[in-house]
């Protein structure tokens, strides 16, 4: 048994090869006609080689999406003392838009695929699902202090996802002609927006709010202002 | 071929009888050694029946999902000119957490099985998709004047079945025995915390909101919140 190590580094690596003359054969016969073996015979390989790299036909259609899944787990793992959990998370997701845009035309080939074939678009949602469990698992982790920890977590997982997978399915529905990195980012700003920490302002204790009732008398409601100012800004005094 | 129409009133409609009798086969067995002809077997009734209301094996699994479906859709359409939708939406979902709480037993049994047959779990995942899918129609739909009407769909739909999902599974791990309904509300309140409409006061113009620069000198402060609270409450001085 040859191992993958000993690859012709000149040649592109086994599992782009398959991916390949997969691709090509789906877009000739379509999806549903193609078998492993014209994929094998088409990559000039054995049949074996083939299920060392892909557990089913439907996986070759994903090949890319082990090593991103990994690269999104390594990247989550970076997360210091005082990373915004929720920026970081966004941020872990657009490692996939960059795989789909490194691409281009593979990414399209097989968003038309998926949108013909049932079996394919079922095993997307299967696929997608694994980066809303890896998000989810590190947000769960990071919000272990809030009583509501996992089901915060939950929420934001899938809410960051449906943002980039909607990004990215429009991106993709347009052609994949336009950044989809930018796209994705775009669309996850809603998600920071409502769930993210509120940005820090350079000097934290520069601002004072007040809520009031409109129909409190006016010398109270000033009376509390000036009261709220000299607590928040005493340095003001000191000066 | 006798229609479903024509069922007996005294006894469980057909669908119940199969599904009954599939929940235990799988007990006794599992999931996996039962066959389709276990089931038809135990239920007394010819394998054309069984195939008449559900596609596959996977499928008696779940035997309320389609109706709960068609319940929830309909629901949906009831939103008048008005109506909160992501409150909507969240309402829409509480017909699932009902579903699975009127029958807190059958619900156990799925979730252990689901727990231990991945084929099963895939198949939960696109099941569940479709509740998804139905609530961002509707938002997409309530918001099509919005410029990222699609966009802010996709991730309240995403964020409130998530909501819902996390409930639910926390009610099942901890053995079904509190009041699923109102587990999942409450998970629901952040996701109508973050996108809900805000709450609309008694009387609206009750409240003024200032936010200054505590560094900000006191007597301006003081002045625009005079100024404010004159703009906002003009009634005061007709009084």
């Known amino acids: 048994m040859t191992s993958g190590m000993a690859e012709d580094h000149r040649k592109p690596p086994m599992r782009d090869?398959?991916?390949?003359?997969?691709?090509e054969l789906?877009?000739?016969?379509?999806?549903?006609?193609?078998?492993?073996?014209?994929?094998v015979a088409r990559a000039g390989v054995g049949r074996r080689s083939f299920f060392r790299y892909f557990p089913s036909k439907e996986d070759v259609v994903f090949p890319d999406h082990e090593r991103c899944l990994d690269d999104m787990v390594a990247f989550l793992k970076t997360a210091a003392d005082g990373t915004d959990l929720v920026e970081h998370a966004c941020e872990a997701t657009l490692?996939?838009?960059?795989?789909?845009a490194e691409r281009p035309e593979r990414s399209l080939m097989r968003y038309r695929h998926i949108r013909d074939v049932p079996a394919l678009r079922d095993h997307e949602?299967?696929?997608i699902r694994r980066y809303e469990h890896a998000l989810a698992a590190f947000l769960r982790e990071g919000?272990?202090?809030?009583?509501?920890?996992?089901l915060h977590a939950e929420i934001i997982a899938a809410a960051a996802s449906a943002a980039h997978n909607h990004a990215v399915r429009t991106w993709l529905r347009n052609g994949a002609t336009t950044d989809a990195v930018a796209a994705a980012r775009t669309a996850l700003a809603s998600v920071r927006a409502a769930w993210g920490?509120?940005?820090?302002?350079?000097?934290?204790?520069?601002?004072?709010?007040?809520?009031?009732?409109?129909?409190?008398?006016?010398?109270?409601v000033l009376h509390h202002v000036e009261h709220a100012l000299a607590r928040i800004a005493p340095a003001?005094?000191?000066?």
Not at 17 to 23: I, K, T
Not at 95 to 100: E, P, T
Not at 143 to 149: E, H, L
């Open 125 to 127: 949602h299967i696929v």
């Open 197 to 220: 920490a509120p940005p820090t302002p350079a000097e934290p204790d520069d601002y004072v709010v007040v809520i009031t009732r409109s129909r409190a008398p006016l010398q109270d």
């Open 95 to 100: 490692l996939v838009a960059r795989m789909y």
């Open 236 to 239: 003001d005094d000191a000066e």
């Open 143 to 150: 919000f272990a202090f809030r009583p509501d920890g996992p």
């Open 26 to 39: 789906f877009e000739e016969k379509g999806f549903e006609q193609t078998t492993v073996d014209d994929i």
């Open 17 to 23: 090869l398959l991916a390949d003359a997969a691709f």
